[in-house]
């Protein structure tokens, strides 16, 4: 229930008949403005509300974050100063934020765009506008294109994609413009919850140690996979072909193990509860090598306490060091 | 190894090819790996084309999704008595998958046709918290399929000679009294291997079940039923020794893989399990799957089956010596 605004005392009684009207600002037309109702951001799209909302002191604060940033908009925090204040949100579920890059699940194809699935409450939505075409050329999309939109992606796809804003519903909208982004093949799709993988500059990540691309979604779907050249699209169709002619087309086995490393090192990270950064997954393959910990006892007891341990000596060095500054 | 395949047209080697060696792999009971699958509204998800390529692509050269091998097992541990009011229970996790087994015992009558002879049922359920799908009727298919499984291995024929436990040590009066057991299995998580997971926790929770001592009183037999007092104190265990466990031997592609994820069963062709015994015997055998298997496949799969199973009872005892460990603290 929403606190009564708070009552100011009116020496006149309350007013009597229709207030008077303001003078028209824009005589020659009338500017539609979206009424900001108490507690509610303009822009912000319903669909959301429920996700994030703190009572502030004043009245709910609406779900802002996607539009107001830095110090006011910071995440929600309990605060004491307000009595009664609580907070309540959703840390598993993804928080989604205009150029975010995320890893999704292509799930239906509808007239014109793909649904994805990605770690949220609603489906995404990929529109054929919004991805490339195969020959490249900027054009308008046809019925035949429409008709094709299975060559591009099928059901069950993995595919790497930008947010592009939200719908009036409050799904995502996304993109998919620029060769980097699109189908992911030879390798495999991890899971990890979405508030392990913080926002930074760069979420693709060539290892070439390793010859390993390494996709941290934002929406914790994490890719691990053969590092695939950027190329046109139309070779992709070659590729295809020799999916089919299958033993000779095998991930070699020494990428194979890389990428087994780092699969296994992000899904130790996330049963830690470490943020995944590039830096981490690799230092954590690096040092299962270093101590001949095969890869599939990565995930056994010995190795998961000696990461813990060389993570909390880490973290004790850096507050030490921030200390000696200090 | 031989395929069954049949768009091979090669011809078929003239004799089996030996046994793969494994390595040992003593693992301490460890914490089992996160999943890495969501449960979707009607289906297990989905896995496009590139990720089938690589999960067939890594069983073929031996180094699996999780950097385990053909033949290993996932992280085993095991939990025993953790649901008070059952004489016996387990839980058993590998991996992501997790199931409890429970053994409750009531007095009750034995049949005409087996004076001797205590019964045992087994029943297996889905909970819905393993996957959405189960939720109502959605399991039916599924547990039907595991208990049935699981009787054949366990149960024995239909005049219980060959059962896993001992029938007519269940008997309490001849003809009058004897336990009754029930085994009721439930899928908490499903990641794959369910048989294999539902066999070692039914053992498991044979070796922790107590059956209450009676005492039989024959001189007030009036209504023909005579008294038993049963003990609160005295407690008799069960010689599990015989129990066999079951080995599911997945085929994906030209080879075989031991404690396959849910991922990987999606790409099986076939799956053959194998209910093999502490002495090396066999006491159960299903296949599942549609695709045709040559015999010699399957002598094939039943001898590496016979191979695994030394491992997974070390496996498995070592599990449960680690959780008796834990109990008795």
Known sequence: ERPPPPAEPDPEGPPRGRAPRAPDPCPRGRVRRRRHRRGQHPRQPRGQHPQRAWYDGSGWGGGGDAVRRGGAGQQARLREDAPGSFVLFDLIRYKPEVGDIIVGRVIEIAPKRWRLEINFSQDAVLMLSSMNLPDGIQRRRTAVDELNMRSIFEENDVVCAEVRGFQHDGSLHLQARSQKYGKLQRGQLLTVPAYLVKRRKLHFHHLEQYDVDLILGCNGFIWVGEHVVVREIADLKEDEQKLSAEAETFTPIETRRHICRLANAARLLSALGFTLTVELIIQTAEASVSSNVEINDMLGAEFYVQTAEGEAKRRGDLLGKKRSIQ | ?329
């Open chain 2, 1 to 329: 190894l031989i395929s069954g395949d049949l768009n091979l047209d090669s011809t078929l080697p003239s004799k089996l090819p030996p046994p793969p060696v494994f390595r040992s792999s003593a693992a301490p009971p460890p914490q089992g790996s996160p999943a890495s699958r969501r449960a979707r509204d009607d289906t297990m998800v989905g896995l496009s084309e590139g990720e089938k390529h690589f999960i067939r692509g890594g069983i073929a050269q031996d180094l699996r999704a999780d950097g385990r091998r053909r033949l290993q097992f996932r992280a085993l541990t095991v939990e025993t008595g953790i649901i008070p009011q059952a004489n016996g229970s387990a839980r058993v996790r590998m991996g992501a998958t997790e199931v409890i087994a429970s053994v409750k015992a009531e007095l009750g009558k034995p049949t005409i046709l087996h004076p001797d002879k205590g019964k045992v049922s087994i029943y297996v359920d889905c909970s819905p918290t393993a996957a959405p799908m189960f939720e109502g009727r959605g399991s039916e298919e599924l547990s039907a399929e595991l208990s049935v499984g699981l009787q054949r291995c366990l149960l024995g024929g239909k005049s219980g000679a060959g059962a896993a436990i001992d029938l007519s040590s269940l008997i309490v009066v001849e003809g009058k009294a004897c336990w009754d057991l029930y085994i009721d299995g439930l899928v908490v998580s499903s990641d794959g291997n369910l048989l294999d997971a539902l066999a070692a926790a039914i053992k498991v929770a044979l070796s922790d079940t107590g059956i209450p001592k009676v005492n039989v009183s024959l001189n007030n037999e009036t209504d023909g039923e005579p008294e038993v007092d049963i003990s609160d104190e005295e407690f008799l265990q069960f010689d599990t020794s015989g129990v066999p466990v079951i080995i599911t031997l997945t085929k994906v592609g030209k080879h075989y893989i031991v404690d396959a994820t849910s991922e990987e069963e999606s790409q099986m062709s076939s799956a053959v399990s194998v209910s093999v015994n502490s002495h090396g015997q066999i006491c159960g055998l299903t296949k599942r799957g549609g695709a045709g298997l040559d015999p010699s496949v399957i002598f094939d799969m039943i001898s590496v089956a016979k191979n695994v199973s030394q491992r997974f009872y070390t496996l498995l005892e070592s599990a449960f010596a680690a959780a008796e460990a834990v109990a008795d603290e």
